[in-house]
């Protein structure tokens, strides 16, 4: 889920998935309703909400579509590339689809992808793999150059995102975590996300609240506030299995429709253009894990991958990978098992001071619902990241990582 703060659309992250806005923000709650004692269970009186975007969160959208698009067609983030840019950027993506709509904002449009790999082909940057990335990186003299990921193995990487990738013939490597493909993963974006999708009432025990989602803007801004919650303590990622329960949401059901399967990882990474690389076993939050259990977490999900593609697995992903989540601890433990890079979610271009530090290289999230291809235009030549250091300096030492 989906970067970190990126969009206020970005549902998906996991997923990489962003973090909405502040509630008091993004939305607002028409009205407070005494809840109907004749909808609810026996022995359940959940306070209800519903909630919806704010014209304000709704304009501000707009404002920020707006100036992101003429940066990027003016040719100011091209202009900006010149400085901003390094010697190449990390993309990231989740999900692929034909419909933003039906994942309630999440994932690239397959369209939006398309454009955005012609617009590489345009802007004279290589299309490389992390191996070569890290060559490149090494020789003062190498082109610039953009690498592509995936996070978390959905089939939709292979069966919506690979055959553009054939068209323009430029490789991408998908992070994959061991219990998406043994389908025990607590899936919790896919969980919430089917249980607005499937129903007009939640009933969120977690909170004690019941919320009424009967319709598209009521859904969106639902799935938001409930992702967000799930954010701002990754602890309670752990709390929602009787909520998916009391929902109908089956956690393994929902990984075998979206995640590949073991043979289907065996077999993308056998394409010439596909690598898969590791992503941990479970996918939880590194920093809330002893030492030991980072080791594990990595170590087994290494050997997962190893075993199945009867090949080193030298590239690593940070599940949730902002600063706050991951960090040098992190990095040293993945140093230590023998991987080539690590990536975060971490806004920023590839400079050639980061050959010093392979271990928590930033990245650039491009998995956006509206205008795809003037939000990469903008990633790639580092504007966004130049305007998260902004942000950050203006923040001061006492910012928000923590
Ligand atoms: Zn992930």
């Not at 997962?304 to 080193?312: C, G, K, N």
């Not at 590839?350 to 939000?375: F, I, K």
Request: with cysteine; aromatic share 8%.
């Amino acid at each position: 889920m989906r970067c970190l703060r990126r969009s206020l659309w970005g549902i998906g992250h996991m997923i990489g998935a962003s973090v909405p806005e502040t509630r008091q923000t993004v939305l607002q709650k028409p009205m407070a309703m005494a809840s109907s004692s004749a909808l609810l269970p026996a022995g359940r009186d959940l306070p209800e909400e519903n909630l919806r975007l704010t014209p304000w969160a709704k304009a501000r959208r707009r404002i920020k579509t707006l100036g992101v698009k003429a940066i990027a067609q003016s040719g100011v983030a091209r202009l900006a590339g010149w400085g901003l840019g390094g010697k190449g950027a990390i993309l990231m993506f989740h999900e692929f689809t034909h419909c933003n709509r039906a994942k309630f904002g999440s994932g690239c449009h397959v369209e939006d992808f398309d454009l955005i790999l012609n617009a590489l082909g345009d802007s004279g940057r290589d299309v490389v793999n992390l191996s070569e990335a890290v060559r490149r990186l090494n020789d003062p003299d190498s082109q610039p150059f953009v690498v592509l990921t995936f996070d978390d193995g959905y089939r939709s990487n292979v069966e919506l995102a690979l055959p553009v990738m054939e068209r323009y013939g430029v490789p991408a490597t998908i992070y994959v975590p061991t219990e998406a493909v043994t389908r025990t993963i607590n899936a919790w974006w896919l969980g919430l996300r089917d249980i607005v999708r499937k129903n007009d009432r939640v009933d969120f025990e977690p909170t004690g609240t019941r919320y009424s989602c009967p319709d598209y803007d009521s859904k969106v801004a639902t799935l938001r506030h409930l992702i967000a919650w799930v954010w701002e303590d990754f602890r309670r990622a752990d709390m929602l299995n009787q909520t998916f329960r009391d929902n109908d949401a089956s956690l393994p059901d929902l990984a075998e429709k979206y995640f590949m399967s073991e043979s289907q990882i065996v077999e993308a990474d056998r394409h010439p253009l596909i690598e898969i690389a590791a992503h941990t076993t479970t996918h939880r939050a590194l920093r809330l894990l002893s030492d030991d259990e980072v080791r594990s977490e990595i170590a087994d999900n290494k050997q997962f991958l190893e075993s199945r593609l009867q090949r080193p697995v030298t590239h690593f992903a940070y599940p949730y990978g902002q600063p706050s989540l991951s960090g040098r601890r992190e990095a040293d433990i993945v140093q230590s098992l023998g991987f080539q890079t690590a990536v975060t979610t971490d806004p920023g271009c590839l400079q050639t001071t980061h050959v010093d530090d392979l271990y928590l290289l930033p990245r650039q999230d491009c998995e956006y619902s509206e205008d795809g291809l003037a939000n990469a235009v903008c990633s790639i030549n580092g504007v966004f990241g130049a305007m998260s250091g902004l942000r950050s300096s203006m923040v001061g030492s006492s910012g928000s990582d923590h």
